[in-house]
């Protein structure tokens, strides 16, 4: 492997990783429940209030050490998934919160005494479309009341809190779609109007239908200005396709050693099958891949953390990623054989669940849309 940053921090990630090993996240996954014990162990170990600033309680890291920490995550067999999104969806209250909201919130997000773990963007009428959304937040007095329907909206029983993207103008009032989108942050303890129908989806994701009827919104969790949410958005979204694309660099890394183990060990007609050079080759090329998109997740990462514009990289490292550890999954499949479709090797679960990133938190064809419009300047299709 290439010679890898922040050594240190990717050990002490590896010891928590190892108190979890491959049967924890089996069991998880049968039973589909939520890995409580991992993300409290994370939380305590500080890990995932890396991005908080020292000065609210966190470990005030940058975003490539971000990177390390979920990329050893997946790579130790384990799914970050369930915990990554505190990350970046503190990134908009840290951004674009009052002075007053980040001092409460953010210290004790920075704890684990409160979980801020859910994000809800998508509906059932606007996934890719984001300013389609419908969801609408009404002013009455000193709250919002909003009424409207989310879909696949991960996290949201296991969380304390959750940024909520909704419209507070109408679309027929606004010059362009993307204003009059305005971003809260909900306090799901006892919350009345919302109501959570989980969804279970391809793999162990606890992920949901929320209704939203009514629900009161005080004034004062308006994260920012009113109308200006979906720039908010779209402000996280670099740090998020980087992190993302961390992570499938560590679950491309883990199917590759268990692939090369599988082939160096598993003997068919006398001989190791990794002797076979069509074994090895795929083996070799979904390396090659994963190597390739690692370095372009380190240099968006470096750009970001220098404050420079990282569009472009940020989109070409969560691509790359995606796809790359898709080849290395299929290829650790192919190299288990039936093993590969068993449970009890793992490959299939991580199979399924390195499959998500080819569609969120944005999907392949929208990255080569951005990639095509925005860094070749071709023609904008839609
Ligand atoms: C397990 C899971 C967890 C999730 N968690 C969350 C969450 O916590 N919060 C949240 O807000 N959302 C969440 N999502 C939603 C996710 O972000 C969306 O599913 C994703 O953005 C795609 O939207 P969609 O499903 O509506 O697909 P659609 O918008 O219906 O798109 C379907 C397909 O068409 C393609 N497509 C659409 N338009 C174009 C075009 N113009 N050109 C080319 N191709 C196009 C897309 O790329 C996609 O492949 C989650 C989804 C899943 C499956």
């Not at 305590?44 to 971000?66: H, K, Q, T, V, W």
């Not at 190791?272 to 994963?290: D, H, K, L, M, T």
Request: proline share 3%; glycine share 10%.
């Amino acid at each position: 492997m290439l010679r890898e940053a922040h050594e240190d921090l990717r050990r002490g990630v590896r010891d928590v990783c190892a108190r979890f090993p491959n049967a924890y996240w089996r069991d998880l996954d049968a039973g589909r429940r939520y890995p409580e014990e991992f993300v409290r162990a994370m939380t305590e170990a500080g890990y995932l209030g890396a991005l908080i600033p020292g000065e609210y309680g966190g470990l005030g890291l940058d975003l490539s050490a971000a990177c390390a920490i979920l990329e050893e995550v997946n790579r130790s067999g384990a799914n970050a998934g369930p915990a990554h999104a505190q990350m970046y969806t503190m990134g908009t209250l840290l951004r674009h919160g009052s002075e007053e909201q980040k001092e409460a919130y953010l210290p004790k997000v920075a704890t684990g005494e409160l979980r801020l773990q859910a994000f809800g963007v998508t509906e059932p009428e606007a996934g890719t479309d984001t300013t389609s959304i419908r969801t609408k937040a009404t002013r009455e007095g000193d709250h919002y009341v909003v009424n409207g329907r989310k879909i696949y909206i991960s996290r949201v029983e296991q969380s304390d809190l959750m940024i909520l993207l909704a419209r507070t103008t109408p679309i027929e009032r606004v010059e362009q779609r993307s204003h009059g989108l305005s971003v809260f942050l909900v306090d799901l303890r006892g919350a009345e109007g919302l109501t959570a129908k989980p969804r279970r989806v391809m793999m162990n994701n606890a992920t949901n239908e929320l209704v939203l009827e009514d629900l009161r919104v005080p004034a004062g969790n308006l994260i920012g200005e009113e109308g200006e949410g979906f720039r908010y958005i779209l402000d996280g979204m670099n740090a998020e396709r980087i992190l993302i694309a961390a992570e499938c660099v560590g679950d491309g890394r883990w199917f590759v050693e268990k692939a090369t183990g599988r082939a160096g060990e598993r003997e068919v007609f006398g001989r190791r099958i990794g002797e076979n050079q069509g074994v090895q080759f795929p083996i070799a090329r979904a390396y090659a891949s994963v190597e390739a998109a690692s370095l372009m997740v380190e240099k968006a990462a470096a750009l970001f953390d220098r404050g420079e514009p990282c569009g472009a990289e940020a989109n070409l490292a969560k691509l790359l990623a995606a796809d790359a550890s898709w080849e290395a999954a299929n290829v650790a499949v192919q190299t288990f054989g039936g093993y590969g479709f068993d449970a009890g090797y793992d490959v299939e679960r991580k199979f399924r669940e390195t499959r998500l990133y080819q569609v969120a938190p944005i999907s392949t064809n929208l990255i080569l849309s951005y990639v095509a419009e925005h860094v070749l300047g071709l023609p904008r299709s839609f």
